[in-house]
């Protein structure tokens, strides 16, 4: 079995200078320049982690590419990952793409909850998302925030609530409002729609469902 390392382990490891662990794994950023060279390098990625039977995210753009290495699961690392670090910040240097830390960040939202399990499956459900452990929702895809629900031990009228918009697709909107709805949620408005409709779930948070129908 494969021994699992912390997330100190990982960053106290030689040669991996590139990477930084954030919230949700360890990520590099490389600074390609180009579209082509981004492709040579996730091709160069690919067939590294074949060989080692892993799964990077990979997230490819014009000017870059973003990586990150996570194994599921208490400690988040294992040797595996230090090394297909290593070996994917090597295929930069061969390709001369230098890395780029401060290109790095993850976004996460908290909702405070008096009763978390009330409320969850409304986002999870508005969101498209799925639930890990017992505080935490993500995108299954790894392309936008995570969410954790902090649990309160009495209201806070004073504090702000936190408010989301869901941009989606204009025919999705209506499943996504149904399955909202189902999960514990109630529409406040739709004077918007089809450009926008108004949701809240069980204590009151507020998410507005979006489309550009009806925009410019």
Known sequence: MTERITAQQFRDADGVDDWRVLAHGACAHFRTGSFATGITLVTAIGE?????????HIDLRETGVTIRLMTYGSPPFTEHDIELARQISAAARELDVPADPAALQDVDFTIDALVGPDVMPFWRAVLGYQQFGDEDL???HMRWPSIWFQEMDAPRPQRNRIHVDVWVPHDQAEARIAAAIAAGGRLVSDQNAPAGWTLVDAEGNEVDVATWMGRD
């Open 48 to 56: 590294r982690a074949a060989a080692a039977d892993l799964q990077p």
């Open 138 to 140: 993500f995108d299954p």
